[in-house]
């Protein structure tokens, strides 16, 4: 389950216009930088992101349908500013996860209590 889409909407108008400057600094965010499927434009959407088994994951939650989701996945990949630096990241896969083994575990608390479960995986491109 995923969180409610009204509320994405809000935070695509409000809250991602306000966290967008800094979340590619603070540990745990970053800014995924994306393709439009249809308008070719270079998006910029904050997320939280964490690095396990040398994968980035990205927790999906308002689903594995968003469109930033489907921009990455038709793309092949994507960009994360993270940490003041840039991270060429490729093979987008949604994996589900009801155990949510993917994310630290005070994360997985709460993304239990929110009904996430699925999440986006990518991995370094090579140099």
Do not use: K
């Not at 993270?82 to 994310?103: I, K, N, S, T, Y």
């Amino acid at each position: 389950m995923a969180l409610p889409r009204t509320l994405a909407r809000f935070n695509l108008a409000v809250t991602n216009r306000l966290t967008g400057p800094f979340a590619g600094r603070l540990p745990g965010f970053a800014v995924i930088e994306h393709v439009g499927r249809r308008s070719g434009r270079v998006r910029r959407t904050p997320v939280n992101l964490f690095v396990a088994d040398e994968r980035f994951v990205v927790a999906l939650t308002y689903g594995r349908d968003s469109q930033w989701v489907r921009n990455v996945l038709a793309a092949g990949g994507c960009v994360a500013l993270m940490r003041g630096r840039r991270v060429q990241l490729v093979d987008p896969e949604v994996v589900h996860d009801p155990a949510r083994r993917l994310v630290p575990r005070p994360i997985a608390s709460v993304l239990a209590v929110m009904g996430v479960d699925d999440f986006l995986t990518l991995r370094p491109r090579s140099p």
